[in-house]
T-cell receptor
C-alpha cells in the first residue's frame, strides 16, 4: 500500500523567505504526483501536477520537483507571502490504482 | 464550469439519523471520487466511480455507508444510521479519466454527528 509522508507537519516563516516542503512516498510505481493547497474550511485547490516522466513543474512562484526513483518530491515556494498561508498536501496516483494517496499535509504560516 | 459542487456545506445531525451528501461533478468528467478527511487519518478514499459505475468501494468503512451515481451529473453518499465517529469533512472530486489527470475537488461537506 502506498504511504505518503510530508515533513514538516507545520512551518512558520517570515514574509519574503524562500521555503521547501517535502513529500516522500514508498512505492515508486506512480502515474503522477499532485500538490494541493487547502485553506481552512475550504476544499482542495490543485497547484501542480507532475507526470511520472517529468522531473519538475513550475507555476509562478511555485516549483515542484519529482525524483521517482528515490520516492521524493519537493515544493519550492519563492518569496513567500502571507497569502501563501495554508495547508499544502501532496498526493500520489499509483500505477496499481486510480485514486490519490494523500500525505497529511504541511501547515504553512507566513508572518508579515 | 462552476467546478465540483457539493451540498450541504455543513450538516449537523443526531446519532442514528440518516444523512445524505450530494455531489455534482464537473461536466464531462467521467471519474468521481468520495473522500473523507479527519485530523487523525487525513484524506481517505471511500469510493471511486467510473462512467457512473462503482469500481472500488473498499474504502467504505462499513455497511452503514452507501454511495450511488444514478447519472453522470449526480452522486450521493448516504450514512444510515449515523454515528459520532462519522463526523468529518467529506469531499467529492472528479477528473476526466481514472488516472494521470488532474483531480478537482468540491468545497466539502462538514458533517457533525452529535
Amino acid at each position: 500500500k502506498q504511504e505518503v509522508t510530508q515533513i514538516p507537519a507545520a512551518l512558520s516563516v517570515p514574509e519574503g523567505e524562500n521555503l521547501v516542503l517535502n513529500c516522500s512516498f514508498t512505492d515508486s510505481a506512480i502515474y503522477n504526483l499532485q500538490w494541493f493547497r487547502q485553506d481552512p474550511g475550504k476544499g482542495l485547490t490543485s497547484l501542480l501536477l507532475i507526470q511520472s516522466s517529468q522531473r519538475e513543474q513550475t507555476s509562478g512562484r511555485l516549483n515542484a520537483s519529482l525524483d521517482k526513483s528515490s520516492g521524493r518530491s519537493t515544493l519550492y515556494i519563492a518569496a513567500s507571502q502571507p497569502g501563501d498561508s495554508a495547508t499544502y498536501l501532496c498526493a500520489v496516483e499509483s500505477n496499481s490504482g486510480y485514486a490519490l494517496n494523500f500525505g497529511k499535509g504541511t501547515s504553512l504560516l507566513v508572518t508579515p | 464550469d462552476a467546478g465540483v459542487i457539493q451540498s450541504p456545506r455543513h450538516e449537523v445531525t443526531e446519532m442514528g439519523q440518516e444523512v445524505t451528501l450530494r455531489c455534482k461533478p464537473i461536466s464531462g468528467h467521467n471519474s468521481l471520487f468520495w473522500y473523507r478527511q479527519t485530523m487523525m487519518r487525513g484524506l481517505e478514499l471511500l469510493i471511486y466511480f467510473n462512467n457512473n459505475v462503482p469500481i472500488d468501494d473498499s474504502g467504505m468503512p462499513e455497511d452503514r455507508f452507501s454511495a450511488k451515481m444514478p447519472n453522470a451529473s449526480f452522486s450521493t453518499l448516504k450514512i444510515q444510521p449515523s454515528e459520532p465517529r462519522d463526523s468529518a469533512v467529506y469531499f467529492c472530486a472528479s477528473s476526466s479519466a481514472g488516472w494521470n489527470t488532474e483531480a478537482f475537488f468540491g468545497q466539502g461537506t462538514r458533517l457533525t454527528v452529535v
